[in-house]
């Protein structure tokens, strides 16, 4: 099945920096969507993007998406400690699922 | 409170026991979803159901069986427990499932088969 793949997969930065984290998909899609998970926790809906669109912003995150390169971003501005975790991108392709990448991890120091 | 709620939390059994993972969902959402976690593999979707009484097979869907005769409740049951299926399991819920809908994850059954 189409799976979202996340890039880089570990990134390790300093409070009030920015992140950024890349994510590439194989087929064309109808959405793709971005979650956060806490470690020891359940992954947490961030923001959904569909095909149409090609950027999109909530709070400190700003997603785009091209479509033309099958890729996706997501951006995390001023980063703070409680942003770490592991992001993952999900991605419809119409056939009643997500399909997950494999996540990128994201440590900010303090 | 509302939300979508998973037990146990940790569960350690043997080879070849049944065991049954249970999820709750209080927002009357029609999809839930039942993924597996694994390093290396991401979420991996198991079964999905649209409506109570209606269930169909996702990625991985061998060795585990599921039900939904309430629209709030979703169980997962290993019928004959692997060492292979040793994991972190998580439940979802939805309001549609066309991927145009956020899904809402519960904090996982993390279940070691010995």
């Known amino acids: ?110 | 409170d509302a939300g979508i709620t998973q037990s146990p939390r940790y569960k350690i059994t043997e080879t070849g026991r049944q065991v049954t993972l249970m999820c709750h969902q209080t927002w009357s959402h029609s999809y839930m979803f039942w993924y597996r976690q694994d390093l290396g593999h991401g979420l991996r979707l198991i079964y999905y159901s649209a409506a109570a009484d209606i269930t169909d097979k996702g990625e991985v869907p061998d060795g585990y069986v599921v039900s939904r005769s309430k629209t709030e409740n979703f169980p997962l049951t290993l019928e004959s427990a692997t060492r292979s299926q040793t994991s972190v399991y998580f439940c979802a819920s939805a309001r549609g499932g066309y991927g145009n809908q956020p899904q809402h994850f519960g904090d996982g059954t993390r279940l070691s088969i010995l």
Request: hydrophobic share 30%.
């Open chain 1, 1 to 110: 099945s189409q799976q979202g793949e996340e890039d880089p997969q570990a990134l390790s930065i300093q409070e009030g920096e920015n992140a950024t984290m890349n994510c590439s998909y194989k087929t064309s899609i109808n959405n793709l969507q971005w979650y956060r998970q806490n470690s020891g926790r359940g992954l947490v809906h961030l923001i959904l993007i569909r095909s149409n669109e090609r950027e999109k912003h909530s709070g400190r995150l700003r997603v785009t998406l091209d479509t033309s390169k099958k890729s996706s971003s997501l951006l995390i501005t001023a980063s703070r400690a409680a942003d770490t975790a592991s992001y993952f991108c999900a991605t419809d392709n119409g056939n009643n699922r997500l399909a997950f990448g494999k996540g990128n991890q994201v440590v900010v120091i303090p």
